[in-house]
Nanobody, 112 residues
Framework: QVQLVESGGGSVQAGGSLRLSCVAS????????MGWYRQAPGKQRELVAD???????KYVDSVKGRFTISRDNAKSTVYLQMDSLKPEDTAVYYC??????WGKGTLVTVSS
């Protein structure tokens, strides 16, 4: 059974940076499509970025050039480096394994 544990959320001012981490256990991590999603209050969950087993990445337009997703297969960990944060990035961020298994989420709050 796959389990995901996110960390790295917190409160920052606009323009700041945070790095989210997600460790996957009980999985064949290196073959998995890994992703970060977010859900802001009153909004639907949306894909932020994902990375496949070959390292190809995809980003939602609103974070392109500011966020970077990466993975370390030896550590079964996926990262989301978030720079130039904006108040509209405030949300609970969820790690996804194969779009089928979800972590509990980590809160990111960006103040203006």
């Amino acid at each position: 059974q796959v389990q995901l544990v996110e960390s790295g959320g917190g409160s920052v001012q606009a323009g700041g940076s945070l790095r989210l981490s997600c460790v996957a256990s009980g999985s064949i991590f290196r073959f998995a499509l890994m992703g970060w999603y977010r859900q802001a209050p009153g909004k639907q969950r949306e894909l932020v970025a994902d990375i496949n087993s070959g390292g190809s990445t995809k980003y939602v337009d609103s974070v392109k050039g500011r966020f970077t997703i990466s993975r370390d297969n030896a550590k079964s960990t996926v990262y989301l480096q978030m720079d130039s944060l904006k108040p509209e990035d405030t949300a609970v961020y969820y790690c996804s394994y194969g779009r089928a298994v979800w972590g509990k989420g980590t809160l990111v709050t960006v103040s203006s």
